[in-house]
Every structure is written in C-alpha cells, then in structure tokens.
C-alpha cells in the first residue's frame, strides 16, 4: 500500500494552540491516519504558543511581502506533529487567542490573517517547498476555505482539494472590496466562486471549489443540506450533494484513557470502574459540593453558548435539586451565562457549582467522575464531550441532534433489554425535553445494574479514530487515484 502525503491546514491544532473540539480533531487525526498508510504534514499559524513550542524548524519558503510584512514557512516538528508554521509576526504574534483580542472582540485584520494561511497553503500544494508535493490538501473550516480558490484560480496542475465543515456556523464573511487586496482574480466574485450575498466567502469558496467536503458526522451532513440548519448555504451543499461525506469525529484514546490518566484522583479500567467513586468524591471536594456519593453528579464540560443549550441546563436548576442531584459545570463563553452560573452557585451552596474558564486536568476529573454529562445542544456537528464521556464512563444525556445521535444509543426500553443503550437522547431541545431527559437519568440511576449496564457499555464502545481515519484514508487514496487536477 503506496503511501499518500497529506497537507492539512487548520488554525490550531493541540497540545499547541486550542480553543475547541477543532484542535483535537487536528491533532488526533494526523495520528490517526500514519496507521492507514497516509501521512500528514499540518500548515498552522506561527502564534505565541506554537512558536514556544515548535523545534529543530528549518525555512522553506521566504516571503518579504505577505498582507503587509515578512513572513518565512518553517518546517519543524512538536508533540510528535510533522509542521509547517506560517511565521508572520505582523499577522500573528499577538497578545489573546488565534481569533480575537483581549477585549474579546475579532482580530480586524483576520481576513488577511487567514488568507495568508490559504495563500501558503496553495504555495505548498504547488510544489514551492523543494522535496514537498503534496498528492492531497485538506483544509479544515472557513479558515482555511480560501485555499481551494488560490489553487482554482492559479491555473497549474494542482492536488485534490478537501474542505471539512466542523461548524457551519461559523463562515468566515467579509466586504467585496476586499477581493484585490486578498490576492483574488475579479473572475473569482462569482456564485460558483467567493461570492456569497454579495460578500466574499470564506467557507462558501471551500465548498465551491474543493472536489470533495466532508464534515464530521453522517447526521450533521444531512441535517446542514435542509433550510433549517444550512445557515444559508444549503443550497449550495444540497446541489453538491454527491461530493458530500459524513465522517464521525473520534477522540485520541491515549490521552483519553482513565486507566492511566495521570489528572484523575483514581485512575480506573473497565474492570475497576467501581473506583470511579473516588474520583467523584474529589471533585465534590474541588468544587465545594456535598460529600454525596448518592447524589446522581451532573457534569458540564462545555462552551457557554446558545448552540449548546447551556441555558435549558439554568432552567432545570430547580429539578435537579429536586431529584436530589449536583452539578458541576466547567466551561466559558457568553457573559450572560458565566453570571448566571455563578448566581446559581452563590444562591445554591453545596448542589451547583461552576468553574468559569477552561482547565484540561478539570475536563478529566468531571468525565471521571460525573454520573451523567449533559450535553443539551441545539445542534451538534459531531461533540466530541459525549466520546469522551463514553470512554470514561459518565452517561451522556443529550439532545437527539447531529453527531450526538449518530454516537449515542437511546438507552430505551428495548436497548436496555438487549444492554445496547449507551447514554440518554431527548428531544425537542427545549428545557422541558431536558427535563424529562434528567428525570429518566434519576429513575435509571435508581436502578444501580442497569445504570452500570449502560455505564458499561458506553466504556465498552470504540469511540478511538480508528474507523473514522480509515473511511478519511479511503476518500484521500480515492481522490489521489485521480492525480493532478
């Protein structure tokens, strides 16, 4: 079996730079698929955290003029990741995250920041770093979706092109008149092209101009070709129907494995999960709740946002305590929710508590030690939260969206019969179908096997990239077959 070079381009990727579940798809999948025989170089963006921990980095390509400034590709290796790191000081070394200030608002100057990535990127592809010619470039989201226009309208043979949607809605728009200043041809600003409502696309020119799009489950790929939630471009994604694929995320079972989890208080296996009971002890201790070990804990590990239905979780405070539950909420995003979660703890010692900000060891400890995660999204491309929960055995309670119902089994009366179910779904995403949600976890909890049942058989599921890696490397071995466009 031949192998097949892949050039990945994403705008962050763990351990070095992470805001969210797409770092961990970026990082777990290039591992993933050295297995299938594929390996892959990643172009990710020169910030302050990827430089301080990339090493043994070479130049190979110098550009003295690139949106405004120098800017040199290195080609370097950290954390076991084949790198080139766009080093663009002008663009990206820069106090707060890779997308927005320390005053919480957007980079003005992204449009450039992330055409110069795509614009690299097309370079690379191109043959322009001596013993690199890529046979496949795989961008992920709106911020690498120019890279599939710079290699359209550029004329030379190129490589396939892929375009992954990890959530449609986040699209990458900005003003027409910036088509020349961003290197694009005027032929470009148009429907089959960047045009999109009259602006230009970052996202939508991905999925115009790649040969193939895949996003991140089966469900999520049907769900985003209906008006309901195409965000606007289910036009496009229902008339590009059959370059359309489905793949279901995984989590890196390494780093994801409670039986040598160095975070957790107790590490535990499948056989020992018993001892999970001390995990949930500690992490009533951390976070200021009663020392229950019969309080059903609820966990949220979570960005605090609409999509993710955080405040259907405020609006069934009162159930939970009712049901004589806790809930320990780890996450941060929207003002409104942070203060509200903070209320709810002050105004309920001992039964709510929330850590406000993101902390990896204390993402472990909730997995290992919730009886449940709540997972009440409005719409979910694929989470990667209820994998991980599986892994670790905390029953994910979840909204029947997207990748939540195409990783979860409802664990109904006849899946309980035949110990399939592994978590609970419910719709509508409403509070009301949460709350019927969180009363059936009660009542399974009070039936000590079957809950383990399920429990067990959610740690039994092979949540790993395996699979997903191997239809990834089907789909590239496919589209290389073809050779230069």
């Known amino acids: 079996m031949s192998e097949i070079t892949v050039l990945a381009v994403v705008s962050e990727i763990y351990p070095l730079i992470k805001t969210g579940g797409l770092a961990d798809v970026a990082g777990a999948l290039a591992g993933a698929l050295a297995a299938e025989g594929v390996a892959v170089v990643t172009l990710v963006p020169g910030y302050p955290a990827v430089m301080s921990k990339i090493n043994a980095a070479e130049p190979v390509l110098i550009e003295p003029d690139l949106f405004g400034g120098g800017a040199q590709v290195l080609r370097a290796n950290a954390a076991g990741l084949d790198l080139f790191v766009l080093d663009a000081p002008h663009l990206f070394a820069r106090p707060g995250g890779p997308y927005m200030g320390p005053d919480g608002l957007d980079w003005p100057d992204n449009p450039f920041r992330f055409a110069a990535l795509c614009q690299i990127a097309a370079r690379l592809a191109l043959g322009e770093c001596p013993q690199f010619r890529p046979g496949i470039v795989h961008g992920h989201d709106w911020q690498a979706g120019l890279t599939a226009a710079y290699l359209a309208y550029d004329g030379r043979p190129r490589p396939a092109t892929v375009i992954t949607i990890h959530n449609l809605a986040f699209q990458g728009q900005y003003p027409a008149s910036l088509l020349a200043p961003l290197g694009l041809p005027p032929r470009a600003f148009v429907l089959e092209g960047v045009e999109y409502y009259g602006t230009i696309g970052f996202l939508k020119a991905g999925l115009s101009l790649s040969d193939r799009i895949t996003t991140v489950s089966p469900a999520y790929a049907a769900e985003i070709r209906t008006p309901e939630h195409g965000m606007g471009l289910d036009g496009l994604l229902r008339a590009r129907s059959d370059c359309l694929t489905g793949i279901v995320n995984g989590i890196d079972d390494a780093i994801w494995n409670p039986e040598q989890d160095a975070w957790l208080a107790a590490p535990y296996s499948f056989e020992t999960r018993a001892k999970r009971g001390l995990n949930k002890a500690a992490l009533q201790k951390l976070f200021g709740l009663a020392a229950d070990q019969d309080a059903p804990l609820f966990g949220v590990v979570s960005r605090l946002a609409w999509q993710k ?177």
């Open 309 to 485: 239905g955080i405040d259907l979780i405020l609006a069934n405070l009162d159930l939970i305590e009712q049901i004589g539950g806790q809930l320990a909420v780890l996450g941060s995003g929207e003002a409104s929710l942070e203060e509200a979660f903070r209320a709810a703890a002050k105004a309920r010692p001992g039964r709510v508590s929330a850590m406000i900000g993101y902390d990896e060891r204390m993402a472990h400890m909730i997995q290992a030690s919730a009886d449940a995660l709540l997972i009440p999204s409005r719409f979910e491309p694929c989470g990667l939260t209820q994998l991980c929960a599986m892994r670790y055995g905390a029953v994910p309670v979840a909204a029947r969206v997207g990748g939540l119902m195409d990783t979860i089994i409802d664990a109904n009366e006849m899946a309980i019969a035949s110990s399939l179910g592994t978590g609970i779904l419910f719709s509508p995403v409403t509070s009301g179908g949460l709350g019927v949600a969180i009363e059936r976890a009660r009542r399974l909890w009070d039936a000590p096997k079957v809950f383990d049942r399920i429990r067990a058989n959610g740690m039994k599921t092979d949540v790993s990239w395996r699979r997903p890696a191997a239809a990834y490397a089907r789909l590239f071995r496919e589209l290389a077959s073809a050779g230069t466009r």
